[in-house]
């Protein structure tokens, strides 16, 4: 049956206890299969509704094909086909083997146009509110303890010190909020894409969607999720897509209105916002204060959160929901925290973590990596060369993003010019020429 999760726990933001996680372990999810109508946990007359419009849209199917399409074990698809039959909604046109093969009526035709007209939402069958609340606290990511081990193989294809490395990994074990900071081209973008790979074997359930009062969320989004695995048919809940913890990234397009459920008038019901598809994973928000809305709009939106794990949001009407608001949140900003953040974010943003000039062994060693991956080489007096005009011609810092930058730019002019790239002297010196401005 559904677990019910108290409201009082909600508000405190409260785990429940569990042994901690090892990269690659599934964490235990929906396992359990609903056989009743009322087991689903969604009331039935949005069950008949949304099995009639799927009729509509996709059928004629068996029963076992109503099965399929919302997600629902064989005997609850038979229920609601013997409802639906007895209300004159849908006719046995014929049998496959035992199973029925079923076709709207007319009348469940009308019935089927009038409640697309107020809800298109069809397939899949909904998630409770509870249910769902329920698994993003088990699946927290508070309950993943990351390990040197971790981060080393998440980071192999960078090049960062061992303190920084160790930053970052006590940063990952904090499961809330991380401010990278530091000059353009440092390599924090890539050192958030690489902190959600920390978390890329380890798998947990989303659902299609959750209903609440009637109105449908849809969660799972196969740009983000991934492909994922369904519930074993036998067992699980196909309701659940089984997939790797998720990463979401959003950028300068931020606006406050999409931390809010998005309602779209068409369709007729909502699609979650990032921080909802973030939950159980990683969200980053990148080029913090550059966004559309001031930092300070979206940490005043964020306070309860980032210090309560819970989130409010809002649906038509003005009716406020509480969801969890469990994920790893990575700002990354060219700002100073100081410029960005008064006092009372600093102190929610528990883990600040500069990245900033890199020295002349690790630039050497990403010039050599990027040169790699273009089928290239490069001799070190090169790189001492190229290393002193950096400095010294055009007094710019080393920074991890110049070597792809410069490599790049040999690539495409050899392209220009019908030639295979090297990357001597010559060469590297018109890149260098091309990409940084001269001094003042």
């Not at 933001?13 to 990269?23: D, H, M, V, Y």
């Not at 007319?106 to 609340?133: F, T, W």
């Not at 959600?196 to 969660?219: C, H, K, L, M, S």
């Not at 997939?243 to 699609?271: A, H, W």
Request: charged share 25%.
């Amino acid at each position: 049956m559904e677990t019910t999760v108290d409201k009082y726990d909600i508000l405190k933001g409260e785990i429940a206890a569990g042994p901690e996680l090892q990269k690659g372990e599934l964490v235990s999810g929906p396992e359990f299969q609903p056989r009743t109508i009322a087991e689903v946990g969604v009331r039935e007359s949005i069950l008949e509704d949304i099995a009639l419009k799927t009729l509509y849209l996709y059928g004629p199917f068996s029963v076992a094909g109503l099965s399929q399409q919302s997600r629902l074990s064989y005997d609850v698809a038979e229920q609601l086909f013997t409802r639906l039959r007895a209300k004159l909604l849908c006719e046995v046109t014929g049998m496959a083997g035992t199973i029925p093969e079923i076709a709207i009526t007319s009348q469940g035709r009308s019935l089927a146009l009038e409640l697309l007209s107020q809800n298109q939402y069809s397939g899949a069958v909904p998630v409770s509110l509870a249910s769902y609340v329920s698994q993003v606290r088990k699946q927290s990511m508070r309950t993943v303890q990351v390990t040197p081990t971790d981060v080393e193989r998440a980071f192999a294809h960078l090049v960062f010190d061992d303190e920084v490395l160790s930053e970052l990994g006590t940063a990952l074990n904090s499961g809330s909020a991380v401010f990278l900071y530091g000059p353009p081209g440092a390599g924090k973008t890539s050192a958030a894409e690489a902190m959600a790979r920390v978390f890329a074997e380890n798998e947990v359930y989303v659902p299609f969607a959750v209903e609440i009062g009637g109105q449908i969320i849809t969660v799972y989004d196969p740009a983000i999720h991934g492909a994922g695995k369904e519930a074993d048919a036998k067992a699980g809940d196909r309701r659940w897509v089984r997939c790797q913890r998720p990463t979401v990234t959003v950028g300068g397009e931020l606006t406050i209105d999409m931390l809010d459920l998005q309602f779209n008038p068409t369709s007729k019901y909502y699609d979650g916002p990032p921080q909802m598809k973030a939950n159980n994973g990683v969200l980053v928000i990148d080029d913090f204060g550059r966004q559309r809305i001031p930092p300070e709009d979206l940490l005043n939106r964020w306070v309860v959160p980032l210090d309560r794990g819970i989130e409010f949001l809002t649906l038509v009407g003005g009716r406020k929901i509480e969801i969890p608001f469990d994920m790893l949140v990575v700002f990354a900003s060219n700002r100073d925290p100081r410029t960005v953040l008064d006092s009372a974010f600093l102190r929610r943003i528990r883990t600040k973590i500069r990245l900033g000039a890199i020295t002349e062994s690790q630039f050497c060693e990403v010039f050599r990596r990027v040169a790699g991956d273009h089928h290239l080489s490069v001799e070190q007096e090169v790189l001492n060369e190229l290393i002193h005009i950096i400095r010294s011609g055009f007094k710019q810092e080393l920074r991890a993003c110049q070597p792809r930058d410069l490599v790049n730019q040999v690539c495409w002019q050899a392209t220009y010019e019908n030639r295979a790239p090297r990357l001597d002297q010559t060469s590297l010196m018109q890149a260098v020429k091309a990409y940084f401005l001269p001094p003042d």
